[in-house]
C-alpha cells in the first residue's frame, strides 16, 4: 500500500526557508514521478513543482529560482527546498505521486505560513 507522509511545515517570516520532506512507502520511489502541489484558502489546489525519474523537474512560474524539488531514492524521501519565502507562499502542501500522468496517491498536507 502506497503511503505518503509530509512533514517540514511551520510559521516562516518572509525571505525565509523550509525544507518539505515526503517519505514514500509501498513503492519504489525511484521509478515513479513525483511533485508538490499547494492550496490556500478559496483557491484551487496547485501544482507547485514535479521531478521525473530522473534529474529533471518542472516549477510553477511563481515559484521557479527560489523553490526546489529533489528526490533521494536510497532515504524514499521526496524534499522540497522553498526559499526567498512570500505571504503567497502560505498554503497547505501535498505531496503526490503521479500515475500515467495524474496524482495518484496524495499525502496529509502540512501547513506552510509565511508571515512576520
Known amino acids: 500500500q502506497v503511503r505518503l507522509v509530509e512533514s517540514g511545515g511551520g510559521l516562516v517570516q518572509p525571505g525565509g526557508s523550509l525544507r518539505l520532506s515526503c517519505v514514500v512507502s509501498g513503492t519504489l520511489l525511484s521509478s515513479v514521478e513525483m511533485g508538490w502541489y499547494r492550496q490556500s484558502p478559496g483557491n484551487e489546489r496547485e501544482l507547485v513543482a514535479a521531478i521525473g525519474t530522473g534529474p529533471s523537474a518542472d516549477y510553477a512560474s511563481s515559484v521557479r529560482g527560489r523553490f526546489t524539488i529533489s528526490r533521494d531514492n536510497a532515504q524514499k524521501t521526496l524534499y522540497l527546498q522553498m526559499n526567498s519565502l512570500k505571504p503567497e507562499d502560505t498554503a497547505v502542501y501535498y505531496c503526490?505521486?503521479?500515475?500515467?500522468?495524474?496524482?495518484?496517491?496524495w499525502g496529509q498536507g502540512t501547513q506552510v505560513t509565511v508571515s512576520s
Open positions: 503526490t505521486m503521479f500515475r500515467s500522468g495524474r496524482p495518484e496517491y
